[in-house]
């Protein structure tokens, strides 16, 4: 059975909500997974995991959240390679750039980006169908 992490920050509960999703994927799919916020992730612990579930919302300037989520990503990053690797998260009012550069950042890293997921503000029926997805994706 692989085991996945689940690793997200959410200021307002929408990627909350969509790692739910990615989770209930992945165990439907019959792995073990974890869910656990970015703050209690760190450099060691991508090692204990066959595949991980990475997510943040567009923060800043089209940019990852700077004070848990971006400290701890550049943390394990050098742990991902070979790695399943899934990225997931909302946004307002861009066009999911972050997302874009987060993808690019992470296959710079030689991890394996199975897929992504964004959603505009609270994720709606689709864009938790594409979480459940993406969570059978990383199993
Ligand atoms: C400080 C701050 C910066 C943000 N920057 C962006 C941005 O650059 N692009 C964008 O599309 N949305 C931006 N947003 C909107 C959030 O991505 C959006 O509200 C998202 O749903 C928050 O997800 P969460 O509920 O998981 O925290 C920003 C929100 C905040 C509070």
Redesign the pocket.
């Known amino acids: 059975m692989s085991k996945i992490a689940v690793v997200?920050?959410?200021?307002?509960?929408?990627?909350?909500?969509?790692a739910g999703s990615v989770a209930e994927g992945a165990r439907e799919a019959g792995a073990e997974v974890e869910e656990i916020q970015a703050a209690d992730f760190g450099e060691d612990a991508a090692a204990g995991y066959d595949a991980l579930a990475f997510?943040?919302?567009?923060?800043?300037?089209?940019?990852l959240?700077e004070d848990e989520f971006e400290p701890m990503f550049e943390a394990v990053e050098g742990s991902l390679s070979g790695k399943k690797v899934a990225l997931f998260?909302?946004?307002?009012?861009?066009?999911?750039?972050?997302m874009d550069a987060w993808r690019e950042r992470t296959e710079g890293d030689d991890a394996e980006v199975v897929g992504t997921a964004i959603?505009?503000?609270?994720p709606d029926d689709d864009a938790l169908a594409a979480c459940k997805e993406l969570g059978a994706a990383l199993a």
């Open positions: 997200y920050w959410s200021g307002t509960g929408n990627t909350e909500t969509m997510g943040c919302p567009a923060m800043g300037d089209e940019s959240e998260g909302s946004y307002d009012w861009g066009t999911g750039d972050w959603a505009n503000l609270e």
